[in-house]
């Protein structure tokens, strides 16, 4: 296992570095000019790759259903916890005080984006292989395609919109504009309608050659940012989310999949993928609707650390 890790996080903290230190020669606009191309041509071309190579099984129809249950409990764990802050915050509860951020607009639509979204992606089909015994892999891809459509820009794209433009009014019709303009929606129907259809060796080479660009672009973005970061009290502020989407989340998917009565590689893989670090996409989010990158950047950086002292218990348990 620790082999395991070892590969799938070497690039993570190499990229991420390279990112932090690049931040001092590039101007200051760069990271945001990054996050849209990311948005608008990165994971769209990533998202039409993944779906090519993507066997939708009627047989595992519960993996999407298993996914979407797990967007809304995140969805509601997170409001709930913002509750909970608000009123930590009116009362004046002395240490929570430092764990509280400001709570505007902004910062709410970061902490439930980060609560609920995962790296499915990278780290999630990247850890999960050398982790199942049989080496069943279809659950967990169907997890992470469900999650970039329904969640990340579905729901997330919703919830960014509505957050990112408090100052202006939040008319349905802009709503749902943001919702049919998402460029990843249509990479992944774009795919899905020409899976039947054989391309040329270099154009699967082009398509395939994603992951080449579009991960490591994420990791230096995510160094840019935490290069940003004003010391560990950035980071204080990111512990409720991360802790509700890698212990709490992940714990109550463990129950939900029981009572389903899936046991096994098919539930440990869901579990996996439901306490997933926060998603790069709650950055790319974040830089496109003008979101709170700092906490962003925080949730991703601390919850990276605590997939790797979750992942052994997992693995004990399941």
């Not at 948005?39 to 769209?44: D, E, R, T």
């Not at 298993?66 to 802050?85: E, F, H, K, P």
């Not at 930590?88 to 509860?93: E, Q, R, T």
Request: charged fraction near 10%.
């Amino acid at each position: 296992m620790i082999e395991v890790l070892f590969h799938a996080y070497t690039p993570l903290i190499l990229w991420t570095g390279l990112g932090a230190i690049a931040l001092r020669f590039l101007p200051q606009t760069f990271p945001r000019f990054l996050g849209r191309s990311l948005y608008w041509v990165g994971v769209p071309w990533q998202i039409f790759g993944l779906a090519r190579q993507t066997h939708f099984d009627p047989a595992l129809s519960l993996a999407p259903v298993i996914t979407i249950a797990t967007l809304g409990t995140g969805i509601v764990l997170s409001w709930l916890a913002l509750r909970v802050l608000v009123a930590l915050k009116v009362s004046g509860a002395g240490f929570w005080r430092s764990l509280i951020p400001p709570l505007d607009s902004s910062h709410q639509g970061t902490f439930v984006i980060a609560s609920m979204l995962g790296n499915t992606g990278f780290v999630g089909l990247g850890i999960i292989p050398g982790l199942l015994r049989e080496g069943n892999m279809s659950w967990a891809v169907l997890f992470s395609v469900t999650q970039n459509l329904v969640g990340t820009y579905g729901i997330g794209v919703l919830l960014a919109s509505y957050y990112g433009r408090s100052e202006q009014p939040n008319h349905w019709w802009i709503l749902l504009r943001d919702i049919l303009t998402v460029p990843t929606l249509w990479a992944f129907a774009a795919s899905y309608f020409t899976q039947s259809v054989e391309f040329a060796a270099w154009g699967d080479a082009i398509v395939n050659s994603s992951l080449l660009f579009v991960i490591p672009a994420s990791f230096v973005l995510m160094g840019m940012r935490l290069g940003q970061l004003q010391g560990l009290s950035s980071l204080k502020v990111a512990i409720v989310p991360v802790l509700l989407k890698v212990l709490i989340l992940p714990a109550l998917v463990s129950v939900g999949t029981t009572l389903l009565g899936l046991s096994g590689d098919v539930r440990l893989s869901l579990i996996l993928m439901a306490g997933t670090p926060s998603a790069f996409a709650s950055l790319i989010l974040a830089e496109e609707y003008n979101l709170d990158r700092d906490l962003a950047a925080s949730c991703i950086a601390l919850s990276t650390v605590g997939i790797l002292l979750m992942i052994p218990v997992w693995l004990l348990l399941f």
